[in-house]
């Protein structure tokens, strides 16, 4: 029997031998046109990406409407780390028959990565379609979400979907409990909130914003490398490398000018000052990119494993 993992293509999966799931696939893959159905191949392949990992994070009765992808990187975060910014929020967007979840995806939508998150459909208060075509959500918390880089076709159904959510809900918005978005501990995906070091759930260890930070701030790189974002630490490490040798060791190892006269103190103030100001912005970058999410510490717990 056809199943999402067997399947050559997205069509076979619409035939009526295919084997039971918790996706609508008539609903994802309904594509007319040479774009929706390049669209439809590629979320046919994020899907079979998603699959292991999601059947792990849906509740018993839970299903899945539509699956798309998108970022929703800040103005702040694409001015200060630009392309970074984007390929480190790539997100897979599940739509199922509870909450939207947030699945951290490479940047070319091949596999999974170690973030998870959720929107309940409870926190929405509001959708509505920007002038620049993006999607803005307002949450119960006051959390202004803005999801770009979605296909087109996509965020229509994205704005339409989510639209008559919003109108169909009849909960007090303004004297509810806030919710916002909610991070999932990346060993058994329940809702943990704020940043502790390990989940309350089933013990798994957890990443620490504090310690990505200070080791940012004693090389710029290492708390990237440290949270797994091993290419951007890379980078970071190589080009602060370059910096303090240009600025630091190359003029402690050079000969003193006899013309010039030895290296004066306020230019080692200065490079002191540089080199503070790149180790302290990449330590704040670093917790930022840190609290974007709940990133495993270690191996799954016995626990999660058998669903204890």
Not at 258 to 279: K, Q, R, S
Request: one cysteine or more.
């Amino acid at each position: 029997m056809t199943n999402l993992q067997n399947a050559r293509d997205y069509q076979e999966l619409l035939d009526e031998r295919v084997e039971t799931s918790p996706y609508a696939y008539a609903t994802m893959f309904k594509a007319e046109g040479y774009v929706a159905r390049r669209t439809a191949r590629q979320r046919f392949a994020l899907l079979r990406a998603l699959d292991g990992k999601l059947r792990h994070i849906l509740r018993p009765t839970e299903h899945v409407f539509y699956v798309t992808w998108g970022t929703t990187h800040s103005l702040a975060e694409q001015f200060f780390t630009g392309w970074m910014a984007s390929a480190l929020n790539m997100r897979a967007l599940v739509f199922t028959t509870e909450r939207v979840l947030l699945l951290q995806i490479n940047a070319r939508k091949t596999s999974v990565r170690e973030l998870v998150a959720q929107i309940p459909y409870t926190a929405i208060v509001s959708v509505r379609k920007s002038w620049l075509g993006s999607c803005r959500i307002k949450l119960r918390d006051k959390t202004l979400l803005t999801f770009l880089r979605v296909p087109k076709g996509d965020m229509k159904f994205l704005i339409e979907f989510l639209s008559d959510i919003v109108k169909g809900s009849g909960a007090p918005f303004e004297i509810s409990t806030p919710l916002g978005v909610q991070h999932l501990c990346p060993h058994c995906y329940v809702h943990v909130p704020a940043f502790p070091p390990a989940c309350p759930q089933c013990g798994g260890r957890l990443k620490l914003a504090s310690k990505a930070a200070l080791l940012s701030f004693i090389f710029p790189g290492l708390g990237d490398w440290y949270l797994g974002h091993r290419g951007f630490a890379a980078m970071e490490i190589v080009g602060s490398a370059f910096i303090w040798w240009v600025l630091i060791v190359a003029p402690l190892l050079a000969p003193e000018d006899p013309d010039l006269g030895p290296i004066t103190l306020e230019y080692w103030l200065t490079a002191l000052f540089i080199m503070l100001v790149i180790h302290g912005t990449d330590a704040m970058m670093t917790r930022h990119a840190a609290r974007k999410g709940h990133y495993p510490a270690g191996p799954m717990p016995h626990s999660a494993q058998h669903g204890s």
